[in-house]
């Protein structure tokens, strides 16, 4: 397994987000559990990062940290050079499941983000934005639709359109797609994939799909297994933006970056 230079692929002047000796400890009732320890990462404006790495090592704690839903430790997370110390409207968040309150229309759950964010918008205003993103994610015909009426896939594409609507500097994505059959996977990959790249904000996708982590993402990072993880390896995936599926799954080097990753996981 190779380490990584804490050097990162690009100006210092680019990083938005700089984990610098970050380490987390979860007290238990046996003792101290350190799941990441001094984990060294810097990522660039408007990159699309995927996390990966076994189960249990760390990911979403990782992940938490950043949108500032569970304490640090020791060390800290620099965004735009302001150490993080609690969440706030700058980190969106998608969680595998959309947790949207089943008695309201798509329209109504994306507009009670939306109302907390621009509060001064007029109401036509913030309808729009809502209106514009439940379009982007194909659910231009379901605005008026309840939650509860909406399949997973659709649930997840509200999720998709609240998380982009609330206009977040960081899109953090918790297995977004987890729980759904491949075929709604592929399509959703597909829609996050063509809003993020009109909105090119920065994203970091944790995901256990390596195909999904690699069609996504500018670089994929790996994680060691816990306990105390680091980063162990990156791999740069050097895809022309924008994407399309079939010209991914015919490129030449798609198959070595699946070699690259699946190597690292399999070690
Ligand atoms: N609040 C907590 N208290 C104690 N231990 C915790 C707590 N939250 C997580 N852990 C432990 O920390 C480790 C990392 O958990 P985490 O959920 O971050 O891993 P993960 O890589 O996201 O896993 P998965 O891929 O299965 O979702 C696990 O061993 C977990 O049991």
Redesign the pocket.
């Known amino acids: 397994m190779s380490t990584l230079p804490p050097t990162a692929p690009f100006s210092l002047r680019d990083v938005v987000l700089d984990f610098r000796d970050l380490t987390k400890i ?3 009732p046996t003792g101290e ?1 350190v ?1 990441l320890e001094n984990l060294q990462l810097q990522i660039k404006k408007e990159e699309f990062v995927s996390i990966i ?10 992940l938490t940290m950043i949108a500032g839903l569970n304490d640090i430790s020791r060390g800290e997370i620099l965004l735009n050079e302001f150490p993080i110390d609690g969440p706030g409207p700058d980190r969106g968040v998608i969680f595998q499941s959309p947790s949207l309150l089943p008695w309201m229309t798509a329209l109504e759950n994306v507009r009670l983000g939306v109302e907390q964010v621009y509060p001064h918008g007029t109401r036509k205003q913030r309808e729009d934005i809502c209106k514009y993103y439940l379009d982007k994610v194909g659910l231009g015909q379901a605005l008026h639709r309840r939650a509860s009426e909406l399949s997973q896939g659709m649930q997840q594409r509200v999720g998709i359109a609240r998380a982009f609507a609330l206009k977040p500097k960081i899109l953090l994505l918790d ?1 977004p797609f987890g729980m759904l059959d491949s075929l709604t996977r592929a399509e959703l990959q597909d829609v996050l994939l063509e809003v993020w790249e009109k909105e090119k904000i920065t994203a970091i996708q ?1 995901t ?1 799909d390596v195909d999904e982590a690699i069609f996504l993402a500018d670089r994929v990072i790996m ?1 060691t297994s ?1 306990p105390r993880a680091q980063i162990g390896d990156i791999l740069e995936i050097d895809f022309a933006r924008p994407r399309l599926r079939k010209d991914i799954l015919r490129h030449p080097d798609y198959y070595g970056y699946r070699e690259h990753l699946i190597g690292f996981l399999e070690h």
Do not use: D
């Not at 790495?53 to 990782?62: E, P, V």
């Open positions: 979860y007290p238990t559990y799941v790495g076994h189960s249990g090592c760390g990911k979403t704690t990782l297995e944790i256990h994680m816990g």
